[in-house]
């Protein structure tokens, strides 16, 4: 079977690896410990589900050059045997496995501590993030159903559209299979944020990798609201300037779909985002203090029952869910516009969940 031949090739190499003379480029555990401030790294299990798409495949390889984990799990319908190969030759610490079909799912997914979901159909110019509802809440409401039974407690972090919907659905299944905790279910609105900082970076002339801008509310048209109030380094940027910023923010996916022309929605800069945001779970989870990302997540900071915003994250997931901060003028407005879609998305993945 293909995919047994791809765990045999992994761990050939790894017995490889471990009589061969080659220096290894993966960090010292010394080095580790400095740069992570734990008295060890804990082995930490990531599985992608939907490893061999255009956001799987990247984003594969970067949580293969993560430090951080010590067994990658890459699960997908179709193509995992080659980008697991692929992917395992890396000599980094993390251990690779793929899995090649459903009856595989339970395999890849035991044990993981964070679960990464990039499943499912992606836009192509001219629909809406909503319109891939009817293909991929069925995928992310079926991931989630073998989620609940072989990792019930891992992290879930979903990338798969539309976001706004398939947490809510993520949600429903959890909580029909008694699994449910809120501290551990994650929208990725990650690249919302990135975003915001290179175009508010652009503009106002500051370092993009030293530029904070926090991007609350949902993942799709109006319901991503940037607060560029709360941008640092602070600038003067005008009204015009932040109301352009702010649109280009929101349709930054659809510039992406255009681009394409017909070939997908963003898949590079998604895989860097999904890696940041995954890294920043497992710094979490292994007891880094100050972990601080945007992400839509259960919430009570509005009277909406999910909501993106600043979340402190820890040993169990979500420490905290931080409020928004003192808002201008227009983003006030922003944020009453956003809700009566946001809430419709939201009520949309639950009414799903309950009635399939
Ligand atoms: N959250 C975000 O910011 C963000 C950003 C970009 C894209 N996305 C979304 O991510 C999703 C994936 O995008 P892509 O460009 O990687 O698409 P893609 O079509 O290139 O890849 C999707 C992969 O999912 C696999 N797949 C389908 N059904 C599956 C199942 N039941 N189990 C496992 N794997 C399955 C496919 O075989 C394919 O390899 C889309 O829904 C897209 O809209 C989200
Ligand atoms: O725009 C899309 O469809 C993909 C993703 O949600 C994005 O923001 O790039």
Sequence with gaps: MRTSLVRSAGEAL???????????????????????????????KVAVLGAAGGIGQPLSLLMKLNPLVSRLSLYDIAGTPGVAADVSHINTRAEVTGYASEEQLGLALEGSDVVIIPAGVPRKPGMTRDDLFNINAGIVKSLCTAIAKFCPHAIVNMISNPVNSTVPIAAEVFKKAGTYDEKKLFGVTTLDVLRAKTFYAGKAGSIPAATNVPVVGGHAGITIL????????????????IKALTKRTQDGGTE?????????????????????????????????????????????????????SKVRLGKNGVEEVLGLGPLSG???????NLKPELRASIEKGIKFAREN
């Design 226 to 241: 940037p607060l560029f109030s709360q941008a640092t380094p602070a600038s003067n940027l005008s009204t015009e300037d």
């Design 256 to 308: 992406v779909v255009e681009a394409k022309a017909g070939k997908g929605s963003a898949t590079l800069s998604m895989a860097y985002a999904g890696a940041i945001f995954a890294d920043a779970c497992l710094k979490g989870l292994n007891g880094v203090p100050d972990i601080v990302e945007c992400s839509f997540v259960q919430s009570s900071v509005t009277e909406l029952p999910f909501f993106a």
């Design 330 to 336: 227009y983003e006030k407005e922003g944020l009453e």
């Design 14 to 44: 790894r017995r490889r690896a471990s009589s061969s003379a080659t220096p290894s480029l993966a960090p010292s555990a010394h080095t580790l410990r400095r740069s992570y401030g734990s008295e060890s790294t804990p082995e930490r």
